[in-house]
């Protein structure tokens, strides 16, 4: 018998070792130039990532949650307006839209891909609601013609958290086009996975890239003079030079992630529990171009704890995205919606389980995945 084989949920090491070389070059061209607040380096990683999506404008800021606080500031939302958001989302989603005095309206989702209803979006519009943040969960784009047919209609904004869905796309326009302006993120397990906190804001305004700019520092302009408060929502050069070195690489990243989902839904299917409804698998929307920064399966009749220590017992990584949904979030209680049933999200709640889909899995670990998953006491 070999050694057991190991498969954590991501695999940073085996991502970022091939391009250590062009990583210290990088480090050692901003140490020289001593510049370590905004600068060359952000420029031209802005540059490179607003050409990768299409945008007139990138902004890199200092986290995927700042880029999301900063787009509501750049926006000019405040106290009293209201945004609409889904509850089933990372908590940041919702939390700038509290931190600026606003009120986050929670909205259910849909059961096939996890994104927002917007049909629950449009009953809870008021005079009061300013703007919209459809999320692109676990990869996959949510229904962006639907989104901007009730912003037109109803005079909002809208902003797209497209935190985990760098690259991915929506009848062939990648998220970060679509919105008025969007945030993404490049937490080590995004799909820009990078080395430390890091975010961007994308928009075609150049209205709103000139206002965001001048709000990422301070609100100062010029410098020292104030007619805005802004914040320090600044990317550093270091890490805009690291990104720089993978920013190449995420056409092939998301290639090999595309693979791996394919590999598990096409062995997955046949499984009893899967034809028979047990355990559910992710689907790809029709005319989304999927990115799969999770694959996310659902696991009925209670027993998605059951998977999840079976699946640890066998030496591979999984997670629960999400156990509590916002609008059940104490923090929240405040709000109006706190607490009211939005069934299709605390159903996901319960059953969701993420299991690992990074590019660099291995033939030998995806086979260990799906052998473990078809063993699993369904
Ligand atoms: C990761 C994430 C964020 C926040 O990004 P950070 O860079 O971690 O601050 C926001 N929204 C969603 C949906 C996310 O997944």
């Known amino acids: 018998m070999g050694e057991p084989v190991k498969v954590p949920l991501v695999g940073l090491n085996e991502q970022n070792k091939p391009l ?136 909002l904004a809208v902003l797209e958290d497209a935190a985990q869905s760098m690259g991915a796309t929506f009848d062939g326009q990648q998220v970060g086009t679509m919105g008025d302006l969007s945030a993404f993120s490049f937490f080590p397990s995004k799909n820009l996975g990078g080395f430390g906190d890091g975010g961007m804001i994308t928009t075609d305004h150049d209205d709103l890239a000139k206002r965001a700019r001048i709000l990422r520092v301070h609100g100062g302009a010029p410098q020292y003079y104030h007619k805005a408060i802004g914040g320090n929502f600044r990317m550093d050069p270091l890490h805009a030079a690291l990104l720089g070195v993978k920013l190449g690489h995420l056409p092939g990243y998301l290639a090999r992630r595309r693979a791996n989902a394919e590999q598990y839904l096409e062995r997955l299917a046949k499984f009893n529990h899967v034809v028979e409804g047990r355990l559910m698998l992710p689907t790809e929307i029709e005319n989304s171009g999927h990115t799969w920064n999770q694959f996310t399966l659902r696991v009925a009749n209670g027993k998605r704890d059951t998977l999840q220590e079976h699946l640890a017992t066998n030496n591979i990584g999984s997670a629960i995205y999400y156990p509590v949904p916002l609008h059940q979030q104490e923090c929240f209680a405040h709000l109006p919606n706190f607490g009211e049933s939005l069934p299709v999200c605390e159903k996901m709640a319960e059953e969701v389980l993420s299991i690992p889909v990074y590019p660099e899995l291995t033939e030998e670990q995806i086979c260990h995945v799906v052998d473990t998953l078809a063993n699993a006491p369904l």
């Not at 210290?24 to 060359?40: H, M, N, T, Y």
């Not at 404008?57 to 606080?69: E, N, R």
């Not at 600026?100 to 891909?113: E, K, L, N, Q, Y």
């Open 20 to 155: 250590a070389v062009e990583l210290r070059d990088a480090f050692e061209r901003v140490l020289d130039s001593s510049q370590f607040i905004l600068g060359p380096e952000v420029i031209e990683f802005e540059s490179l990532a607003a050409e990768s999506i299409g945008a007139r404008h990138a902004i890199g800021t200092s986290s995927g949650t700042d880029a999301l606080l900063l787009s509501l500031m750049t926006l000019g939302i405040g106290p009293g307006d209201e945004v609409l958001c889904p509850s089933f989302t990372f908590f940041a989603t919702a939390g700038a839209i509290a931190r600026i005095g606003a009120i986050p309206v929670f909205v259910d989702s849909i059961d096939t891909d996890f994104n927002i209803d917007l049909d629950d979006a449009e009953r809870r519009i008021t005079g009061k609601t300013k703007a919209i943040i459809p999320v692109h969960l676990f990869g996959q784009a949510a229904d962006m013609n639907g989104v901007q047919r009730l912003a037109k209609a109803h005079g």
